[in-house]
């Protein structure tokens, strides 16, 4: 029936201006339909996209959450292994140095054993930072090395100095932290294992264009950075190290000793 109307309208107006307006009207009908779908579309793309982001937000954190529920658990294993066996150690050398003390054993044996309660606790605080690194405690970082040296002193008898020049204020990041420590503290126990030497310096340098750690003995003989025993980090350790962090690491005879050197970018 509206059909036979607009028939009736268009014959009765000579035809063509009314097509005219139909046609029109059927073009903002058309344009309409189109906008709205256009909306409709970009809509529908936005909630795809929101979606997708959650998407991603929770694989990440279930991964997270995995992540942490393994180092829990390798931190658990860790206290209830090895920090236990440790202590024990402790203990017992406790014991058998009141016991050597008691018996008249000669000195030697009893300076032996000190050394041998040095190390042991040591190990224990080191394994409990450990622990605490994998529960995300407060890494180690180059505000440690006088610690590492005084406890070298105090292990080995040999001096052991340190040194830092430029910057210290500067921001190395948690892996470069850690890095420059682990690597003073390899190259002191290698020192300690395979070297015999007079006197160590520790050099830590904030330079314009990164830092430089130089651990150095001089009087030693041998290579102090000969494979060690199976514990450790091993010159390989800290060179992979050093190239995570875009940085080199060598080691190599002075003329006085044996030198390591790590170099970081900043």
């Known amino acids: ?25 059927f073009g903002i009908l058309a344009f309409f339909l189109l906008s709205l779908f256009a909306r409709r579309l970009r809509e529908s793309n936005q909630r795809a996209e929101l979606l997708l982001a959650e998407l ?16 829990q658990r390798l931190a658990r294993e860790m206290h209830d292994v090895l920090a236990h066996s440790l202590s024990g150690l402790v203990l017992n050398l406790e014991g058998a140095r009141l016991l050597a003390a008691q018996g008249g054993a000669d000195p030697q044996v009893g300076d032996a054993i000190d050394r041998a309660h040095r190390l042991a606790r040591t190990g224990l605080e080191e394994a409990r930072r450990a622990i605490g690194m994998l529960r995300d405690d407060a890494l180690p970082g180059p505000e440690r090395l006088a610690d590492l040296a005084t406890e070298f002193e105090g292990d080995s008898g040999v001096a052991c100095k340190v040194a830092v020049t430029g910057e210290s204020e500067r921001d190395l990041g948690t892996d470069g932290r850690l890095t420059l420590y682990r690597v003073a503290q ?19 340098a904030y330079e314009p264009s990164g830092t430089r750690l130089t651990i150095e003995d001089f009087g030693g003989c041998g290579d102090p950075q000969a494979p060690s025993d199976g514990t450790g980090y091993g010159l390989t350790g800290m060179r992979e190290r050093a190239e995570l962090l875009g940085g080199t690491l060598t080691a190599e005879p002075t003329e006085g000793g044996f030198q390591v050197q790590l170099w970081v970018p900043a």
């Open 56 to 71: 991603e937000q929770t694989r990440a954190a279930q991964a997270q959450a995995a992540t942490l529920s393994e180092r």
């Open 186 to 204: 390899e190259a002191l126990t290698n020192i300690r294992k395979h070297a015999r030497a007079g006197r160590v310096e520790i050099r830590l």
């Open 1 to 25: 029936m509206a059909v036979g109307a607009v028939s009736a309208a268009w014959l009765s107006n000579g035809g063509a201006p009314i097509a005219g307006i139909v046609l029109n009207d």
